[in-house]
Structure formats: structure tokens, C-alpha cells
């Protein structure tokens, strides 16, 4: 599997090349040149896997057997999920009227970040131990990248972390997480602006080739593609867990809620649909809602400065990965994709092509959630159900309640 930029002026990386890169050198995210399609008998076969066996078959997909052998591949894998809480690494709650929540949190930091990063710092150590190099990396936080991050790296002699926390916008735990770590590779630093506003720096020592190279620097943002990789599995377990049957053809269509804030995880669901798995896809955001604007009216730019939320880690107004997504759905159309990203971050508002927006629409739905109505879905989830949401997770439930003819607002 060969990796190219959305941009189109970097390719032929393998894993272990778009592992290390970060940003593209032309500031594009690095994509899978291909994204196979399974057919309805390897659905059928996968249906019976556990979540780390999904993981596995994903992961060897779009890493080559010469870069890191199968045994080896699971080997990292079950290293990486050793430290999870819950037996099945990932668990679905079944609740009333129709409602299933996925559980992402039984990892250290109780993110759903621990998922895709506990197995990115395994591959990491993986070459690194194998070309004895050492690795600088940079990451921006609104809270849970920057705990799981340091969590899957922390104490490692060949790697160091350096993250930049907004001060006031994380959470107080989260805060805790990563400022009590006392490894000497962990370096965390409280930072003036919001979560867009600290990825800027980030990015321009990115730009700055020379600068780059010489220090190895990469990123555990979800720019990196190993990040996205490991993520596609949470659809398939859903899927698998949520269909009511898989044995005949054409496999029936399960809707997936997604609480979207950067887009990583959005990401991944659409590389599952493309991939053949028919999952109807709900991206929902909180009243940072440029993604929901992106869809619904093809308006790409940022709305004032961002608002400070109860789901604090999706207060973005700058969400990166819908340039992947903007790939993914244009037939790979890189000059496209460069020509509106670079737009976006020099005047900070574009006007998408209808054609783009159009596919967009037909593959996502969207919903923006205020403050009010997450509180309002944590109090009636926990009332139905005596089943206590985060506030991330209720801006997804909130699409549910919204549209259920059981909820009592509805009676």
C-alpha cells in the first residue's frame, strides 16, 4: 500500500513512510493511493471478530507484510490494547428505544483516543527500535490527544513529546493528566489561544523543511494517518454489533452518529463506506459548527473566534481532516482539494464547488448541538436510562433524541 498527499505533490511513502511525516511536504494529509473495496463474504467473515481481531484485519490491509510481518502486526496490537479496562477493549451499551452507545473510554486516559494512539506508539517504537532513530514529537491539544498521546509514549528513551495545552479550555482532569506525568521524554506547556490558534505554530515548524528533518519531528494529531487507520475499525465493530443480520445480500444499512470535532474519526467513517460497509453516516458538532455548515450549505470558513462548549476537545473551527474527506470524496482530486485549502487558510473562507457539496450531503448528514441541549440529553439519558453521558457523547445522543418517535419530548 503506497501513500499520497490530498495535495498532490508528495507520494509513494509506505506506512512506515506517512507514519513519520506528519504534514505532507506541500501541507497535505497523507492518504492510502487506493481504498479497497470487501466484498459481502469478507463482511460476513469479519462479523464474527472481536474488536482487536478487526483492528488486526484493517491494520494489515494498509501496512504491508514487509514493513511489519502479521505476527509482528498483532503482537504490537495486543500490547497496545493490554492496558484497556473492559475485556473487549471497546463495548456497546445496548439502552432503550434503539439507542447504543459505542464505549471508546476504557483505555488510561478514558479518551477514545487511547484506541488509535495506544497502537501508533507501538508502531512507532517498532521502527525506531528497528533503525535506532530518535523522534521529536509536537502535538496541540483541546484535552484528550494530548493525555493519550503521552500516555503511549511516556518514558520512551527514543522519543520525545512536547504538547501544547490552551490554558482554560481543557478539562481540569485532562489537565491533570498531562501536567502530574514526571517522565523526563514528556514535556507540556501551557499555552495563550484557542485550539485552531495553537495548531498554527505547529504547523509552520512543520513548513520549515530544514527544521523538520533536523529535529525528526512528527505528529500524533490526528493528521497522522495511523491515527485514522486504526479508528475505521469502530464502524466495522459497530456495524457488526448493530446490524440485526448478515447473512444475505445486500447486508441492511446501520446508522452511525459521530460526535465530529477535528474530523479524524469522521474520517475513518467514510473510508469504511467507501471500503463496502453500508453505514449511513451523522456527523454532529457542537455550536462550533463549521463542519455542519460545510455540508449543509458549502460554506467552508470560520465563524468569528471559537466558542468555548461544554465538549471542549471538538471546540474547533478549523477542522483538518475534512481535507481528506474533501479527497476521499472527489475522486481523489488533488489540484481541487490544494486549490480550496489554500484559499481557506489564506482568506479563512471558501465557497465549496457544487459538485463536491453535493457528494458531501449525499454521504453525511450533519446537526449543530447547543450547550443547553447537551445537558438537556445527559439529564433524560440518565433518566431513561440511569446511564450517565459525557458531554461529547451527548452531542451525539442528542441527534437520537431528536429524532426518536419514543423519546417523551416526542409523546
Known sequence: MQYVSTRGAAGGLDFEGALFSGYAVDGGLFMPETVPVLDCLTLQKWSTFSYPDLVKQLCSIFISDELISKVEL?????????????????????????????????????????????????????????????????????????????????????????????????SQVQELQMTTVIEENVHVFLADGNNDEIDQPLKELFADEDFARRHNLISLNSINWSRIVVQIAHYFYA????????????????????????????????????????????????????????????????????????????????????????????????????????????TKKVKLPDQLQKELSEVLTTSSISDEEILQTMKDCWEENQYLLCPHSAVAVSYHYKHSSCHPSKA
Not at 103 to 117: C, M
Not at 327 to 346: A, C, H, I, P, Q
Open 74 to 170: 498483532n503482537d504490537l496490537i495486543d500490547r497496545a490494547f493490554s492496558r484497556f479496562r473492559h475485556k473487549d477493549v471497546v463495548h456497546l451499551s445496548r439502552l432503550k428505544n434503539g439507542l447504543n452507545v459505542l464505549e471508546l473510554w476504557h483505555g488510561v486516559t478514558y479518551a477514545f483516543k487511547d484506541l488509535s494512539l495506544s497502537c501508533t506508539g507501538q508502531f512507532l517504537q517498532y521502527f525506531l527500535k528497528k533503525r535506532k532513530r530518535h523522534v521529536t514529537i509536537l502535538v496541540g491539544t483541546s484535552g484528550d490527544t494530548g493525555s493519550s498521546a503521552i500516555e503511549s509514549v511516556r518514558g520512551e528513551k527514543n522519543m520525545d513529546i512536547f504538547v501544547l495545552l490552551p490554558s482554560g479550555l481543557c
Open 239 to 346: 456495524y457488526f454489533q448493530c446490524a440485526p443480520s448478515v447473512d444475505k445480500a445486500p447486508l441492511p444499512a446501520v446508522e452511525i452518529v459521530v460526535p465530529t470535532g477535528g474530523g479524524g474519526n469522521l474520517t475513518a467513517g467514510c473510508i469504511a463506506k467507501k471500503m463496502g460497509l453500508p453505514i449511513e453516516l451523522v456527523a454532529v458538532v457542537n455550536s462550533n459548527d463549521v463542519v455542519h455548515r460545510i455540508v449543509q450549505h458549502g460554506d467552508f470558513s470560520v465563524s468569528g473566534s471559537g466558542r468555548a462548549t461544554l465538549a471542549s476537545a471538538m471546540d474547533i473551527q478549523e477542522p483538518y481532516n475534512i481535507e481528506r474527506i474533501f479527497w476521499l470524496l472527489s475522486g481523489s482530486d488533488s489540484n481541487l482539494v490544494k486549490s480550496l485549502m489554500e484559499e481557506f487558510y489564506t
